[in-house]
């Protein structure tokens, strides 16, 4: 099993773009995987993970509600942003900048195969890095991501998940708030869930956070929690 991830940031980019990269890298890694069973071979399959800041963009996932979306068309240019029907779990989200986001591209193979598992340490890797900022993140029953204040009037999400998987391969991944605009969370009805708010580090601190200081916590607790040999710098 190999256990190393391929680690590479993205800085800013188009979702498209990104969701296409995505797309090949699960692929190449489903190929190898189709290859072995084939020719009864042992060929190592990788593992990658993508951080990204996305331009200011919708997307909806495939069990999604269109009506989830309050802009029209000519409202979402005014507002320079996309969207896109996409092909994770879960209905409507924003990414834009100010936002972590991360696309684990994993052979579950090489760790556990176990969806549920995979999503509940996702989410324990945020709890615990947000838990380092004194903000103490839980999980909402029934409702995936990382909430605040879950069971009061005053619940709201600051990290938004929703994944995919093909032959125990995962993409997609989760979005942290960290000094997003939450504006923009006002034109949706996020994740389509009715009157739970949208909240972020910033919003909860009163102040920003250094981008690169939150990533290498959830790198550090990612790797602990889905006990990574090691990541390994891609350019």
């Known amino acids: 099993m190999n256990r190393n991830i391929l680690l590479q940031d993205l800085s800013f980019r188009d979702y498209k ?8 890298l699960l692929q ?9 069973r084939r020719n009864d071979a042992t060929e190592a399959t990788k593992n990658h993970f993508l951080f990204v800041e996305h331009p200011h963009v919708y997307t909806l996932g495939k069990s999604g509600d269109l009506s989830n979306l309050l ?11 996309n969207f896109y ?16 986001v991360g696309y684990p591209i994993l052979d579950l193979e090489n760790f ?29 029953e029934g409702e995936t991501g990382v ?28 979005a942290l708030n960290a000094n997003v605009d939450l504006g923009y969370f006002d034109h949706i009805i996020p994740c389509g869930i009715k009157g739970k ?33 090691e990541f390994l710098i891609r350019d």
């Not at 190449?28 to 072995?36: A, F, G, L, T």
């Not at 802009?71 to 942003?81: I, R, S």
């Not at 556990?112 to 839980?138: P, S, V």
């Not at 069971?151 to 999400?157: E, L, S, V």
């Open 112 to 140: 556990f195969t176990d969806i549920h598992k995979y999503l509940r340490l996702l989410e324990e890797t945020i709890i615990l890095t947000i838990a380092e900022y004194g903000i103490k993140g839980t999980r909402s």
């Open 197 to 229: 708010a949208v909240t972020s580090m910033e919003a909860e601190l009163n102040t920003k956070v250094d981008l690169e200081e939150v990533k290498a916590k959830i790198l550090k607790h990612f790797k602990t929690l889905f006990e990574v040999d």
């Open 28 to 36: 190449e890694i489903v190929d190898v995987k189709i290859s072995n």
């Open 85 to 100: 029907k996409i092909n994770r779990g879960g209905d409507i989200t924003y990414h834009g900048p100010g936002q972590i």
């Open 147 to 174: 909430w605040l204040d879950v069971g009061t009037p005053f619940a709201r999400k600051i990290c938004a998940m929703g994944i995919r998987s093909s032959r125990w391969v995962t993409m997609h991944g989760f």
């Open 71 to 81: 802009l029209t068309e000519q409202q979402l240019e005014d507002k320079g942003a």
């Open 17 to 24: 773009e990104t969701w296409d990269f995505q797309t090949s």
